[in-house]
């Protein structure tokens, strides 16, 4: 991290296995993830990491970060935009 910078709040870091998925705006599953700012709360954007800590996605958290790491079951995060997805240009009205 940068020298005198706060540390990244609402942050969730997914497993390899499922980042392919996330990329493309899939949700977030709570097995999936690795580890999460414990200070999460639902209904918060969030973003989403690889392994590596590069983003992949950003969206709303449907759990707490606490939930997320020890759920096995359920939504963690929906995606709003994944890195892979395309962004639709919209064309001027007339």
Same mark, same amino acid.
């Given at each position: 991290?940068? *020298? %005198? @910078? $706060?540390?990244?709040?609402?942050? /969730?870091? /997914? @497993?390899?296995?499922? *980042?392919?998925? #996330?990329?493309? %705006? $899939?949700?977030?599953?709570? !097995?999936? &993830?690795?580890?999460?700012?414990? *200070?999460?709360?639902?209904?918060?954007? /969030?973003?989403?990491?690889?392994?590596?800590? $590069? /983003?992949?996605? &950003?969206?709303?958290?449907?759990?707490? =970060?606490?939930?997320? !790491?020890?759920?096995?079951? =359920?939504?963690?995060?929906?995606?709003?935009? =994944?890195? @892979?997805?395309? #962004?639709? $240009? *919209?064309?001027?009205? &007339?």
């Amino acid at each position: 991290m940068f *020298e %005198g @910078a $706060k540390a990244p709040r609402l942050w /969730v870091k /997914v @497993a390899a296995e499922a *980042e392919p998925f #996330v990329r493309r %705006g $899939k949700s977030v599953f709570a !097995k999936h &993830v690795m580890d999460a700012d414990k *200070e999460i709360r639902p209904q918060e954007e /969030v973003i989403v990491t690889n392994q590596d800590n $590069k /983003v992949i996605a &950003v969206g709303r958290a449907w759990l707490t =970060g606490k939930e997320m !790491k020890a759920f096995q079951r =359920g939504v963690a995060v929906r995606i709003r935009r =994944g890195l @892979a997805e395309e #962004v639709k $240009k *919209e064309t001027p009205r &007339v």
